[in-house]
Structures are given as structure tokens and as C-alpha cells.
């Protein structure tokens, strides 16, 4: 089993995920619409401001029974 700690973790940076998804979405879609060198650095910079959490590289499935990293259901 999983230490409580990990899995409250995981929670948290789910919910930053849903949070933050269209704000994420939406500099994406301005930084690939970007011509100039200048606002490609000032979505760049945006994307950087947001939590590093909400990113949705950083959640790790875990299994729900007993929350181990690896091998889940």
C-alpha cells in the first residue's frame, strides 16, 4: 500500500490539471500561432507562471486499490 502522503498527492495535482486545462490549452494554442520571436517568449513566459503540477506529465497513474506506481489496474 501506498503511503496516504503519495496518493493525497496524486489528488492534487489531478485537480490542478482539470483547473488549470483550458488556461494551458488556450497559451498552447497561441504559442503554435506565433510568429514573431517576441511573442513566442511571452507565451513561454505565461506558460511557465502556471503551477508546475497542472502540467499533465507530472500525475502518475496509480492503482486503485492499493496506489502502487506501477503495474495498475
Known sequence: M???SMLER???RKKLVLKYSEKRKSILNQ???ATSLEQIF???EKLQK???NSSPL???NRCWKT???R???
Open 67 to 69: 496506489g502502487r506506481p
Open 71 to 73: 503495474g495498475f489496474f
Open 31 to 33: 504559442l503554435k500561432t
Open 58 to 60: 507530472r500525475v502518475r
Open 50 to 52: 502556471l503551477p508546475r
Open 10 to 12: 496524486e489528488l492534487k
Open 42 to 44: 511571452e507565451f513561454n
Open 2 to 4: 501506498a503511503k496516504k
